[in-house]
């Protein structure tokens, strides 16, 4: 079993910066791909940016040029820097950790940080 914890989310105005953390834990063989999604109300959560363990990025259009995602492999820790956030950008972020244990591949989310941009 994994355990993630996710930080960093807050309110901030348009324009601003918010840097997202998430960190895995567990007894496991190793970490995969890692990544962020986000739900705003009435919507369904969708796919920010995903980071494999070699480093491979990949972004949701909406965000590109404005989200980094990085990872730190000796930590199990991923970020998210989000630069000109805006409205759009507001909801709940959640981390997503694919992992491998003894009985094969699973999947884990954190519990999700709010993030709310205020126009």
């Known amino acids: 079993q994994v355990q993630v914890v996710e930080s960093g989310g807050g309110l901030v105005q348009a324009g601003g910066s918010l840097n997202l953390s998430c960190a895995a834990s567990?007894?496991?063989?190793?970490?995969?791909?890692m990544g962020w999604h986000r739900q705003a109300p009435g919507k369904q959560r969708e796919l920010v940016a995903l980071?494999?363990?070699?480093?491979?990025?990949k972004y949701t259009a909406s965000v590109k040029d404005r989200f980094t995602i990085s990872r730190d492999n000796r930590k199990n820790t991923i970020f998210l820097q989000m630069n000109s956030l805006k409205p759009e950008d507001s909801g709940v972020y959640y981390c997503?950790?694919?992992?491998?244990?003894?009985?094969?591949?699973?999947?884990?989310w954190g519990q999700g940080t709010q993030v709310t941009v205020s126009s």
């Open positions: 567990g007894n496991i063989l190793s970490y995969n791909d």
């Open positions: 997503h950790v694919k992992a491998t244990g003894v009985y094969g591949d699973f999947d884990s």
């Open positions: 980071i494999s363990v070699d480093g491979e990025t």
